[in-house]
């Protein structure tokens, strides 16, 4: 377990004595969304290892940032949460994203694609309420057999995974399409006319959504 430190009378210092290793502000990301198990963490987070992980765990719980619990029958899975305290970090790890899309690079080659589940704390981070003021409709992400449902009205948003309410338009494409198509790597039209991308519903829509959120083109 961590047990390093600044050791510097600064609120910066402490707070990365507590999440400034490397991988831990990746962990609490997948987090964000909901519980996950121990192999749902291991998923989203291609490239750390079991070891490494075990240990990031039991330092963020040892700080009460997030807590293990059982989940009930027929799951009856542990599964990590965080606790209040941990899930006030998602004002700045949200902050510290739109921050770093400046830093993103022109393509996606090579580079592993994030879950649902962090695709849906994406969209949050760019979501633009000014462009969503005068937009009502659900937006459904359909990634295989996972579903990510996006609702703005009146300039708010609320994103669940799954599929809780009728969709106005429903996108079928895998991470790397939506991914392409959310930092605008990937133009709609391009999309559409090689097939990447099917949309049930009126095909200006996807328009819409990247209107409302996506990483911004300016530099």
């Known amino acids: 377990m961590k ?60 700080q009460e940032i997030i807590a293990r619990r059982t989940l009930p029958p027929p799951a009856a899975s542990t599964v990590y949460e965080l606790t209040p305290f941990g899930r ?35 969209i949050k981070a760019f979501f633009n309420p000014a462009a969503a003021q005068d937009v009502d409709e659900i937006y459904e992400w359909r990634f295989g ?27 079928h494409a895998d991470m790397t399409v939506f991914m392409g198509l959310f930092s605008g790597q990937l133009p709609p039209e391009d999309a559409l006319a090689a097939g990447l991308i099917r949309i049930d519903g009126d095909l200006e829509a996807i328009h819409r959504f990247l209107a409302i959120s996506s990483v911004p083109q300016t530099r």
């Open 88 to 122: 006030e970090l998602e004002t700045p790890i949200i902050a510290l994203g739109r921050w770093g899309s400046r830093l993103l690079p022109p393509t996606l080659d090579g580079l592993s694609m994030p879950t649902v589940g962090t695709a849906s704390v994406a």
């Open 3 to 62: 047990t390093r430190s600044y050791n510097q009378f600064c609120a910066l210092s402490f707070a990365l004595d507590a999440i400034g290793e490397r991988w831990t502000l990746l962990v609490i990301r997948e987090l964000l969304p909901g519980p996950r198990r121990f192999t749902d963490l291991l998923d989203g987070l291609p490239g750390i290892s079991t070891n490494l992980l075990t240990e990031r765990l039991k330092s963020l719980e040892a």
């Open 145 to 171: 057999i996972e579903s990510l449902q996006v609702q703005a009205k009146g300039g708010q948003l609320c994103i669940q995974q799954g599929q809780y309410f009728m969709a106005d338009v429903v996108f």
